[in-house]
């Protein structure tokens, strides 16, 4: 027997998501209104960390920051679609397995392709 879902049915959703964005709205609205204006130099000026400005922002660095981020958050990712099958490893049976070597694979071609293109060399 299927169950039907009625429109009531979603008037809790409905409430907790017109709480949630009211709670927004108005937290917005309070800060601005309520809370203090005060422009100084100080809160104008660029922060890092407490660390003095020098030089400009600007300046040209290596893309290898950049692409060794990127390869972090592939592999990262990738190693999370481990988790549901090591759960599942006996349901999965054999067919399982093979999959998984599959998947283990790619990811050692991947990382033999990036190795290869010295991609992770600082130099």
Known sequence: ME???LPSDFLPIIFQVIVALGFVV???FATHFLGPARKTKDKLGTFEAGIKVVGNARQPFS???F???ILFVLFDVE?????PWAVN???LGWSGLI???IFMATLLLGFIYILK???LDWN
Not at 79 to 83: A, G
């Open 26 to 28: 108005v937290t917005l």
């Open 63 to 65: 893309i290898k920051y």
């Open 99 to 101: 999959e998984m070597f």
């Open 89 to 91: 490893f006996r349901d």
């Open 3 to 5: 169950t039907q879902s």
């Open 67 to 69: 692409l060794v981020a």
């Open 117 to 119: 293109k010295k991609a």
């Open 79 to 83: 190693v999370i679609f481990m988790y």
